[in-house]
């Protein structure tokens, strides 16, 4: 059993910067695979990052480039840098472990059976 908590959310302007954190207890979380999904107001939780046990990081297209994922399997933490923010990135942002210790789409919801309760991104234009 892995219990996400996301920690680092909250407000700042266009082009700056914020970095979540993803603390897991419980065990298991340095062989599955973490990511972040999120979901803005009226739309549909969307995929962000992954990044699977050996370090390997997926993006979504929209965040290439700007948003950098990253773990540290020694304090069972997972981070998401968010450089150059848009107030299109304003989301509730949820981290995810996967349920399975094997490869598979990272970009799907079902891939991932532990959800935090998210951390809220504002970005002010």
């Known amino acids: 059993q892995v219990q996400p908590v996301e920690s680092g959310g909250g407000l700042v302007q266009a082009g700056g910067s914020l970095r979540l954190s993803c603390a897991a207890s419980?065990?298991?979380?340095?062989?599955?695979?973490m990511g972040w999904f999120r979901q803005a107001p009226g739309k549909e939780r969307e995929f962000v990052a992954a990044?699977?046990?050996?370090?390997?990081?997926y993006y979504t297209d929209s965040v290439k480039g700007r948003f950098t994922i990253s773990r540290d399997n020694g304090k069972n933490t997972g981070f998401l840098r968010m450089n150059s923010l848009k107030p299109e990135d304003t989301a509730a942002y949820y981290c995810?472990?996967?349920?399975?210790?094997?490869?598979?789409?990272?970009?799907?919801?079902?891939?991932?059976?532990?959800w935090g309760q998210g951390t809220q991104v504002t970005v002010s234009s």
């Open positions: 419980g065990s298991g979380f340095s062989s599955r695979a």
């Open positions: 990044i699977n046990r050996n370090g390997t990081p």
């Open positions: 995810v472990v996967s349920t399975s210790m094997l490869s598979g789409d990272y970009a799907s919801q079902s891939f991932y059976r532990y």
